[in-house]
T-cell receptor
């Protein structure tokens, strides 16, 4: 079974530039999550999708971050314009059970460095 | 609101020694608790989970954790550390809603010395 795929693995940009990350969840997983992991901290949920609908985006900085999951499968997370404090690893995860058991399957992450 | 606190950002043990990683939680409802492991340059992987069944939970790679309601703790242990156990470990609690949101602790880096 293929795992959660993310790209790119690494990205370096200057502040005020834009960046986009892509995620393809495990086949059949209806729930998709984007987490932000800042160095030295635990992952923090940015947004959760159930199919192509948003379930929770309460911690997404909506003035600069956006995410979509148009066909209920893969998803894109965009940052525009980026700030220095956005330097982090962006983790995509998926689950099969609407998250009821809390068991998530994570991708390897996309590491963003903002200079 | 749910939260977890991991005591000690770095733990160092010798190979073959006991591993003990500490986690305390705060929850207004019976919690679902998890330990995830993150090897270098990899995503998080579920190690074990507590979902209100047995209080002693066994996971992969010889790890186990015990849920103690009186102490609001969910410490992770392994009797004998192996070099391959070196990684970052995260304790997490499921949010009170049915969204599946996980709230993670800040993580503990485990170093295993030969």
């Amino acid at each position: 079974e293929a795992g959660v795929a993310q790209s790119p693995r690494y990205k370096i940009i200057e502040k005020r530039q834009s960046v986009a990350f892509w995620c393809n969840p495990i086949s059949g997983h209806a729930t998709l999550y984007w987490y932000q992991q800042i160095l030295g901290q635990g992952p923090k949920l940015l947004i959760q999708f159930q199919n192509n609908g948003v379930v929770d985006d309460s911690q997404l900085p909506k003035d600069r971050f956006s995410a979509e999951r148009l066909k209920g499968v893969d998803s894109t997370l965009k940052i525009q314009p980026a700030k220095l404090e956005d330097s982090a690893v962006y983790l995509c995860a998926s689950s099969w059970d609407r998250g009821n058991t809390g068991e998530l399957f994570f991708g390897e992450g996309s590491r963003l460095t903002v200079l | 609101a749910q939260s977890v606190t991991q005591l000690g950002s770095h733990v160092s043990v010798s190979e073959g020694a006991l591993v003990l990683l500490r986690c305390n939680y705060s929850s207004s409802v019976p919690p679902y608790l998890f330990w995830y492991v993150q090897y270098p340059n990899q995503g998080l992987q579920l190690l074990l989970k507590y979902t209100s069944a047995a209080t002693l939970v066994k996971g992969i790679n010889g790890f186990e954790a015990e849920f103690k309601k009186s102490e609001t703790s969910f410490h992770l242990t392994k009797p004998s550390a192996h070099m391959s156990d070196a990684a970052e470990y995260f304790c997490a609690v499921k949010g009170s809603s049915n969204t599946g949101k996980l709230i993670f602790g800040q993580g503990t880096t485990l170093q295993v010395k030969p």
